[in-house]
């Protein structure tokens, strides 16, 4: 006969899933933060960690557009291409005379084109995700190359440094940003019957379908989406370094995958935790910062990214779970369970 569970099990199961996607970024979280405050003293400091919030505020823009992306049953591969061009649109534009605000409002648009044109032809051509971005990541870095023709742009106005040098008390001005955008997509995706859809089309497209979803927009609005949030992450970049280069993002695709991941998130879509995203980004970037700190060759912070990413994955697809069935189903088991 067919088992039935209850509220308490049905609240257990997802206690269950929150805790073995959560196990692998939180012993990562622990790591880092125990190792690197032991190797220097500085690291475990309120200045360093707005330095180091400061710097991933870019990235974890990026992210938060990835794990929607990811959420859908996409991917991006094209974030740090509209990063670059979108960053090298503020430099090119200013210089032939268009207001430093104007630039930065058309440049932030660049992004947004850019994320509907992978979107349009993810929808319109039915060809998988993964190949139109890597197809459209080639040509964005292409024309990001060929704008600027492969050289950095300076010179820009000090009103410019409001957007990423600028502080409010204490607090980085574009940790605001950050801090505004989670706060936003959080709501969004909780919240709201955009965020329902969102998580329905990446589960299951068809039963979506049927269930009256608008799939071809929701996917376009999440590449959107992803495209404009790489556009305000590379105004911040080309504001906090005060220089706009057309290789400025590269690898910044892959981190924001990485931070999906890692913060517990299926590839294959279907779910979507942006809070769990913002601390595998913040996990992620403590890795450089704290090399620095410790004075150790910054040539393997890679491989430790590489290295704890890994075992942060292992644990939220394997270990955790199946400490979870060891310890707590054999408690369930024992209430007995009902049946019809």
């Known amino acids: ?85 979108s960053s090298v649109m503020v430099g090119v534009l200013y210089t032939h005379g268009v207001n430093i605000w104007v630039s930065v409002v058309l440049a932030v648009l660049v992004g947004l084109v850019c994320g509907l044109f992978n979107g349009l032809v993810v929808v319109a051509l039915r060809i998988h995700p993964l190949l139109v971005t890597l197809g459209t990541l080639a040509l964005f870095r292409g024309l990001a190359l060929g704008i600027s ?3 950095g742009i300076a010179g820009f106005p000090t009103s410019f440094e409001f957007v990423g040098q600028a502080y409010v008390g204490l607090v980085p001005e574009q940790c605001l940003f950050w801090l505004g955008a989670i706060v936003i997509a959080v709501l ?82 279907g779910q979507i935790s942006i809070v769990r995203t913002t601390l595998a980004v913040i996990a992620i970037a403590m890795i450089p910062n704290g090399f620095v700190l410790s004075d150790y060759s910054t040539s393997w912070q890679y491989v430790a990214i590489g290295v704890l990413m890994i075992v942060a994955v292992v644990f939220n697809e394997g270990l955790a779970s199946r400490l979870w069935r060891l310890v707590v189903r054999p408690r369930r088991g024992r209430t007995g369970t009902s049946r019809n």
């Open 1 to 85: 006969m067919a088992e039935t569970l209850t509220f308490r099990e049905l609240r257990g199961e997802r206690v269950r899933e929150i805790v073995s996607r959560s196990f692998g970024l939180m012993l990562l979280l622990v790591a880092c933060v125990v190792f690197f405050s032991a190797s220097s003293p500085y690291f475990l400091t309120s200045s360093n960690a707005f330095t180091l919030f400061r710097i991933a505020s870019e990235s974890g823009l990026i992210a938060i557009g990835m794990a929607v992306v990811i959420a859908s049953g996409g991917i991006d591969l094209s974030v740090g291409a509209i990063f670059s061009l």
């Open 149 to 151: 023709n492969g050289s």
């Open 188 to 269: 969004v995706t909780s919240r709201t019957a955009a965020g329902r859809s969102l998580v329905a089309v990446g589960a299951n497209e068809t039963a979506a379908r049927f269930s009256g979803v608008r799939v071809p927009l929701v996917r376009l609005s999440v590449y959107g989406l992803s495209g404009l949030l790489s556009g305000v992450a590379a105004v911040i970049y080309t504001s906090r370094v005060l220089s706009s280069r057309a290789d400025a993002g590269n690898g910044l695709e892959l981190l924001a995958i990485a931070a999906v991941v890692v913060g517990g998130a299926s590839i294959q879509g």
